[in-house]
């Protein structure tokens, strides 16, 4: 199906990349080798998902694209910082990421762990900077992408996920750890721009919020299924990673079947969460549909 958003997809994945490409600094600007692999890190491919979400989200709510540059950007680079953390030895040891060699084998392992350490600082510079959003809303943003990021987000999410290999998670815990390892980033993609919106009411920022909560569960259920079933060819990372490292996943626990089910019926919940929205939900729906249907 086509929503109108499909067509915009290029200009959205345009626009992001110009923005991260202007913030960036030049590999020929020294520390030349740290510049270089941060470019590599942002810039070596990615679907860009969660700055669509981000535009998609402001779609919905009326938000000029301007004004969603920042998070869209700091999202992104958060997210390329994680990619380059996960992928190293001490964590999931992967040597092929978005089809091309993941960081510390492209460069080194210190150089690697430095360009995440850079792209993180850079993000929260992106949003400090976004000088055409007001002061509050500036470090409403901060707080939002802070907390994703964090021990109660994202990070807390990766040790869990680290914590639980070799061990047997019930169905709900393995949620509860995709809702804070990839969710809490795609949780705070879709409230970015709900801080960013004049006037917008508490039903409507909650009814945003659950839609943002539940797809990043489906999110990550899907890459689960990938990891099982997908070609690494076509996936862009090595398939079958997580029963190597005995990870503990949603189609281990339950079978590809029953994963693909409950990716399907979270769908159907994060769909009926936009009810309210109209035709103005139609870029986020398209995305959620993407997101459960993606090939990579
Ligand atoms: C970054 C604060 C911080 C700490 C590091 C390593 C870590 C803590 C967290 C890792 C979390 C992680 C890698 C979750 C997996 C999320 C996931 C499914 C990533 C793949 O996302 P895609 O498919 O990737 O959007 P592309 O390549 O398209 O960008």
């Known amino acids: 199906m086509t929503t109108g958003f499909e067509s915009r997809v290029a200009h959205y994945t345009a626009r992001v990349e110009d923005v991260m490409d202007s913030v960036l600094p030049p590999a020929t600007q020294a520390p030349k080798q740290l510049h270089d692999a941060m470019r590599y890190a942002v810039f070596n491919g990615g679907k860009r998902v969660r700055p669509l979400l981000v535009y998609a989200a402001g779609e919905c709510l009326g938000v000029r694209?301007?004004?969603?540059?920042?998070?869209?950007?700091?999202?992104?680079?958060?997210?390329?910082?994680?990619?380059?953390?996960?992928?190293?030895?001490?964590?999931?040891?992967?040597?092929?990421?978005?089809?091309?060699?993941?960081?510390?084998?492209?460069?080194?392992?210190?150089?690697?762990?430095?360009?995440?350490?850079?792209?993180?600082?850079?993000?929260?510079?992106?949003?400090?900077?976004?000088?055409?959003?007001?002061?509050?809303?500036?470090?409403?943003?901060?707080?939002?992408?802070?907390?994703?990021?964090?021990?109660?987000?994202?990070?807390?999410?990766?040790?869990?996920?680290?914590?639980?290999?070799?061990?047997?998670l019930a169905a709900e815990e393995i949620e509860h750890m995709y809702s804070l390892k990839t969710g809490a980033l795609i949780h705070a993609a879709v409230v970015a721009p709900t801080i960013v919106a004049d006037d917008l009411g508490a039903d409507r920022a909650s009814a945003i919020e659950a839609f943002g909560h539940t797809i990043g569960i489906a999110f990550q259920i899907r890459d689960d299924i990938l990891d099982v079933e997908g070609e690494t060819e076509v996936i862009g990372k090595r398939s079958g990673a997580d029963q190597r490292l005995g990870k503990a996943t949603y189609p281990g626990l339950v079978g590809i079947d029953e994963a693909r089910a409950r990716c399907d019926s979270l769908l159907r919940s994060a769909i009926e969460q936009l009810d309210d929205f109209g035709e103005d939900a139609e870029p986020l729906r398209w995305l959620a549909r993407f997101i459960v249907e993606r090939g990579n």
Not at 124 to 131: E, P, Q, R
Request: glycine content about 6%.
């Open 65 to 168: 694209e301007d004004r969603l540059d920042a998070p869209a950007a700091a999202i992104e680079f958060i997210h390329a910082f994680s990619l380059v953390h996960d992928d190293l030895p001490a964590m999931d040891d992967d040597d092929i990421r978005r089809g091309k060699p993941t960081l510390h084998r492209q460069f080194d392992e210190a150089t690697a762990i430095l360009a995440a350490d850079a792209l993180q600082p850079l993000a929260f510079g992106v949003l400090a900077d976004a000088h055409d959003v007001a002061a509050a809303t500036r470090s409403r943003l901060v707080k939002v992408v802070a907390d994703a990021a964090g021990s109660m987000g994202m990070t807390g999410g990766q040790s869990m996920d680290l914590a639980a290999e070799g061990q047997s």
